[in-house]
């Protein structure tokens, strides 16, 4: 039998969506990923964010995830932290992993040496 733990804590900075959004573009590139995304989708809408994430991959494998040594900075970021760069063009987050998805797989490799 396998089973999924998770630890979460209130009032932290953070919430779920926040983890949520990093292990859906990791999701592109490792399909655990996006098996622990899954699993985190139960607490989106709660204020809490998971501290410790244990995720059973295989009968006997499974991916943990943890955050250490967090540290309480400002209680509201400035505003300039997350605005875009001139120069550079905000798209929603669903167009651009549907454009990753899209693009082949950049290996380093020509085709000739394959």
Known sequence: RLRAK???ARGFALDVSHMLLFLRVVSVANKHAA???AM???WEQQDVFPIKVY???LLS???QL???NFKHGCEKP???WFSVPSGYLESPAEEVMQMLLKKPAVTGRSP???
């Open 55 to 57: 995720v059973p991959l």
């Open 112 to 114: 000739a040496a394959c």
């Open 66 to 68: 943890h955050c250490s």
């Open 78 to 80: 400035p505003a300039d």
């Open 61 to 63: 494998f499974y991916a």
């Open 6 to 8: 998770v630890w979460l």
């Open 35 to 37: 098996q622990a995304a």
């Open 40 to 42: 985190l989708e139960q």
